[in-house]
């Protein structure tokens, strides 16, 4: 515990040495924000609620190892802001095991601030793009049967604005 309370204060010092350091000169910064996910892209974040860094994605990514980008099995949460394709995260490389829909942007589940409540913290090692919508307007059965391959979950409604 005490190893803990010890490890706890010294990153706090960090902290607060880093802030007062961008104080004093006038250069203010907030960690990487859901807002700067780029327009039609996915975002990765390395921390939960899109903090830390991020990756933008806009294609299938079949294995995160070989990115450039080192994100795999990083992401803790991520956010959709392409309007026209959902973005399926899976925790294997080759879309295997676990997975969860991101729909798109300005629909439900459009952002998701805790991967850990699809079992997915730390884990996504794959992505792929999915259209929202067939030929004809049909809402493509990949993005909306279901959100995750869980067969209980718990997750909060966020949309991605
Ligand atoms: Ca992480």
């Not at 700067?36 to 390395?46: D, G, H, I, P, T």
């Not at 956010?79 to 925790?91: E, F, H, R, T, V």
């Not at 095991?97 to 884990?123: C, E, H, K, M």
């Not at 493509?140 to 959100?147: E, F, G, K």
Request: include cysteine; aromatic fraction near 12%.
């Amino acid at each position: 515990m005490g190893h803990i309370m010890l490890k706890l204060a010294s990153k706090i010092g960090a902290l607060f040495t880093v802030v007062a350091f961008a104080a004093i000169n006038g250069i203010f910064t907030t960690e990487a924000s859901a807002e700067s996910c780029a327009e039609n892209k996915l975002c990765l974040y390395e921390n939960e609620y899109s903090a830390g860094r991020s990756l933008g994605v806009d294609q299938d990514i079949s294995d995160l190892r070989f990115s450039l980008y080192s994100f795999n099995d990083k992401a803790s949460s991520a956010s959709n802001a392409d309007i026209y394709n959902c973005y399926k995260l899976y925790q294997h490389i080759s879309y295997q095991g676990t997975w969860v829909v991101l729909r798109p942007r300005g629909q439900a589940y459009s952002r998701i601030s805790r991967l850990d409540r699809f079992n997915l913290n730390d884990q996504v090692s794959s992505i792929k793009k999915i259209p929202a919508l067939l030929p004809g307007g049909i809402k493509n059965p990949d993005c909306y049967a279901s959100l995750t391959s869980l067969p209980h979950w718990v997750a909060i409604n966020e949309i991605f604005p």
